[in-house]
Nanobody
């Protein structure tokens, strides 16, 4: 079992920055990747970014490329999502997740454990 805890959400004005974190505990050695997803009101949950825990690969949704950066600490137990130039359409609950699969990290179905989510609100 892996437990994931997000933190760092909040309210920010458009154009501002925010960093959310995801701390993993438990049997983290089996994980291949950690990802961030988000769900806005009345919308489906969508992929935001992912990072390989066994390499250096990072992956982003087109909507956040150039604005968001995903990173991990040395042990890979904490993953960060630095969000710059935030827009009102980035408002959502942000979830981190970890995958025990070696591929397909842009797809939420390959993730095995999920955090409870943290709210990010961007005002115009």
């Amino acid at each position: 079992q892996v437990q994931l805890t997000e933190s760092g959400g909040g309210l920010v004005k458009a154009g501002g920055s925010l960093r959310v974190s995801c701390a993993a505990s438990g049997r983290t050695s089996s994980s291949y990747a950690m990802g961030w997803f988000r769900q806005a009101p009345e919308k489906e949950r969508e992929f935001v970014a992912a990072v390989s825990l066994r390499g250096t690969g990072t992956y982003y949704a087109d909507s956040v490329k150039g604005r968001f950066t995903i990173s991990k600490d040395g042990a890979g137990n904490t993953v960060y999502l630095q969000m710059n130039n935030l827009k009102p359409e980035d408002t959502a609950v942000y979830y981190c997740a970890t995958s025990l699969r070696p591929l397909g990290w842009k797809t939420q179905n390959v993730y095995d454990y999920w955090g409870q989510g943290t709210q990010v609100t961007v005002s115009s």
